[in-house]
């Protein structure tokens, strides 16, 4: 029980601290720091539940445990990273996400496609992906190749109707301007479509960021070589292991917020003239 008041004490001396910091000016330091605080203070606050209560590692086991079998476990949560996140979610990605790019622009230079595409888009995308991992796994065999495809269908039709949306949010006036100008359709496209469409392609990029990871680990638990997110999860669940777990959860919450972070970053240098990104 001392473990328990420990914690809640503290737990209760960072949340007037984080309370204080995040009311206060907000500075690039404070930024980080409230998060920071409000982390450290649910781990330490989940370490004192579980010692004070006596909760059975095998339910739900300490932090603590779960750093010391995160770090003695390096060489295989990396080789599991490699394979799943790599191999797997970030070659689906670039797939996914540039086939429907591509795919985009020739749905904005045709009506018909328009019409047709989005509502079988609409349709695809709606269909499980626990019915359709190990209709791939089949088709492309226990590797990463179909891990890919999985990633590729979770991420082509969000992307597609983000990048449709944004290539017609131009507004009238603007393309009648372009028109009397004489302006081709690819001229219109570069110089009014695209940076017109910005905003709403990064939306759907980092959508597809958790889309394309969440997609990867779910298609290991139906057929993979013998490492993987996925297949580690669903093997040590097994064999009772959750520190093992729970350490490669946090591999993939680190590697999806490090994606997402990217594109993020990525998204603020090439849009730094929408409002969105302005101070």
């Not at 009311?23 to 989940?46: A, D, E, I, M, Y």
Request: charged residues 10%; hydrophobic residues 55%.
């Amino acid at each position: 029980m001392k473990w328990v008041l420990l914690a809640f004490l503290f737990w209760l001396v960072m949340c007037a601290i984080n309370v204080r910091l995040a009311n206060g000016p907000q500075t690039r330091l404070t930024k980080v720091l409230v998060p920071t605080l409000f982390g450290v203070t649910l781990l330490v606050l989940w370490e004192g539940l579980v010692w004070g209560l006596s909760i059975s590692p095998i339910l739900l086991p300490p932090p603590s445990s779960i750093a010391l079998r995160f770090s003695t476990s390096l060489p295989i949560l990396w080789g599991d990273f490699v394979q799943t996140f790599i191999k797997g979610a970030l070659s689906g990605y670039v797939i996914g996400c540039g086939a429907a790019f591509l795919t985009a622009v020739a749905v904005d230079r045709s009506d018909f496609l328009k019409r047709g595409l989005l509502p079988i888009g609409n349709f695809v995308a709606a269909l499980p992906i626990i019915g359709m991992a190990p209709i791939l796994v089949m088709w492309f065999g226990f590797d990463w190749q179909s891990k890919a495809a999985v990633v590729v269908i979770m991420v082509f039709f969000p992307m597609l109707v983000n990048t449709v949306t944004g290539l017609g949010a131009q507004d009238a006036i603007q393309r009648d301007l372009m028109s009397t100008y004489g302006a081709s359709y690819w001229q219109r496209l570069m110089k009014l479509g695209l940076p017109a469409a910005m905003p709403f392609i990064f939306n759907g990029l980092k959508i597809c960021t958790t889309l394309a990871l969440i997609g990867a680990i779910v298609a290991e638990f139906f057929g993979s070589p013998i490492r993987g997110m996925g297949f580690r999860i669903s093997t040590e669940v097994g064999r009772l292991s959750l520190d093992m777990v729970w350490a490669e959860i946090t591999v993939a919450a680190l590697a999806g917020t490090a994606f997402y972070g990217t594109v993020a970053l990525i998204e603020k240098a090439v849009t730094f003239w929408h409002p969105s990104q302005r101070n």
